[in-house]
């Protein structure tokens, strides 16, 4: 199998995050970046299926130079190649042109399987997995729990609300888009570390993919939400103010 892993690099959970004022986006100076951590999920049943099934795992990110070193990462654990989407204001992009960029990196390769995470850890639009899917025209699968491969289809185990689980199958190629926990993502041995060194990674601009980047959509600021406290006395007798509680907690506080 010829898999496709599609991983971003987000900011540190730790990192000191400061936010310029009216920005839409962090200041990036003085913070450490990682691998978005559903992706490493994603990337780790990658690797699991090519153990079992034989291929290879092309790990694609998109970002400025730094984020290199994510996909050396996926490199150390065990990709065998990757692709960097060269672009310093990628944060800009909406869903939708993070997809069309991703795609046309995508479609210039053959793969039976493409995996993306459920979601990133800065923006957190959960969208680009099931855009990624439109556009390739390739069947999609979401919060994927379980996937066993037999011959060019695929038996899907996807998880529901309320502890339901769904069986499905899909023919391949497919997008998939992978539930965090599904596994347990292994650590880079040295020997993986070094090996890493020695595999290609191919740098593509994104001007050149000649895809349209016009925003569907436009993120104004980001802000740390103001605290703010508030206090309301429920006066009358103790039935009375029951009963104004009882309201309040159904049509405010929407808990009953």
Same mark, same amino acid.
């Given at each position: ?47 699991? =299926?090519? /153990?079992?099934? &034989?291929?290879?795992?092309?790990? *694609?990110? $998109?970002?400025? #130079? ?5 996909? @050396? ?58 855009? =990624?899917? /439109?556009?390739? &025209?390739?069947?999609?699968?979401? *919060?994927? $729990?379980?996937? #066993? ?5 695929? @038996? ?101």
């Amino acid at each position: 199998m010829k898999i496709a892993v599609c991983i971003k690099q987000v900011p540190a959970k730790d990192a000191p995050l400061q936010i310029p004022a009216g920005s839409a986006w962090i200041r990036e100076t003085d913070i450490g970046f990682e691998t978005n951590e559903p992706d490493g999920f994603a990337l780790e049943e990658a690797l699991r =299926l090519k /153990e079992k099934h &034989g291929g290879e795992v092309v790990a *694609i990110s $998109m970002g400025p #130079e730094r984020v290199k070193q994510t996909i @050396k990462e996926a490199m150390a654990k065990g990709a065998d190649r990757g692709i960097h989407v060269v672009d310093e204001k990628f944060f800009q992009l909406d869903p939708l042109g993070s997809a069309r960029s991703l795609s046309a990196a995508i479609q210039k390769e053959n793969f039976d399987l493409v995996l993306t995470g459920l979601q990133s850890d800065d923006h957190g639009f959960g969208q680009t997995g099931v855009l =990624l899917a /439109e556009l390739l &025209g390739l069947p999609h699968a979401t *919060i994927i $729990m379980q996937i #066993e491969v037999n011959d060019r289809r695929m @038996k899907l185990k996807r998880e529901l609300e309320a502890g339901w689980f769904q069986w499905m199958e899909v023919p391949l190629p497919a997008v998939i888009s992978i539930q965090s926990g599904i596994n347990k993502p292994r650590y880079a041995t040295l020997k993986g570390i070094m090996a890493a060194k020695k595999k290609e990674i191919n740098s593509i601009p994104r001007e050149s993919l000649g895809v349209d980047a016009t925003p569907t959509q436009k993120l104004e600021r980001i802000y740390v939400p103001t605290k703010t406290k508030k206090t309301e006395m429920l006066t009358g007798t103790a039935k009375e103010a029951a009963a104004k509680l009882v309201e309040k907690l159904k049509h405010e506080a929407r808990v009953l």
